[in-house]
């Protein structure tokens, strides 16, 4: 199970700071995502972190996001800085396990406009 909060409305500039508690063992968690779907596109990758702590961005967000987690690896959180209306989508936390099905979060709104 997956909690998410923050997102929300921004203005382009703005900084958002989203949070995913995974009620998981740390033990189990293979990696940590963050992926955004807008209205009429495919769900893409945003931002990874992986157990051991290699972090891959999305081409788009490079600069602009940071990905984190907390020391018990089972929060994870995405800093995003100087948004841009592209940025308008509904983000959603993903966390894949060594056992079980990946997990995703309800996913939470964000938009970008003046």
């Known amino acids: 199970q997956l909690v998410e909060s923050g997102g929300g409305s921004a203005q382009p500039g703005d900084s958002l700071r989203l949070s995913c508690a995974a009620y998981?063992?740390?033990?189990?968690?293979?990696?940590m995502a963050w992926y955004r779907q807008a209205p009429g596109n495919q769900r893409e990758l945003v931002a990874s972190?992986?157990?051991?702590?290699?972090?891959t961005y999305a081409d788009s967000v490079k600069g602009r996001f940071t990905i984190s987690r907390n020391k018990a690896k089972t929060t994870v959180y995405l800093q995003m800085d100087n948004l841009r209306p592209e940025d308008t989508a509904d983000y959603f936390c993903?966390?894949?396990?060594?056992?079980?099905?990946?997990?995703w979060g309800q996913g939470t709104q964000v938009t970008v406009s003046l």
């Open positions: 998981s063992s740390a033990n189990n968690i293979l990696s």
């Open positions: 972190i992986s157990d051991e702590g290699t972090i």
């Open positions: 993903n966390v894949n396990k060594r056992l079980g099905r990946p997990d």
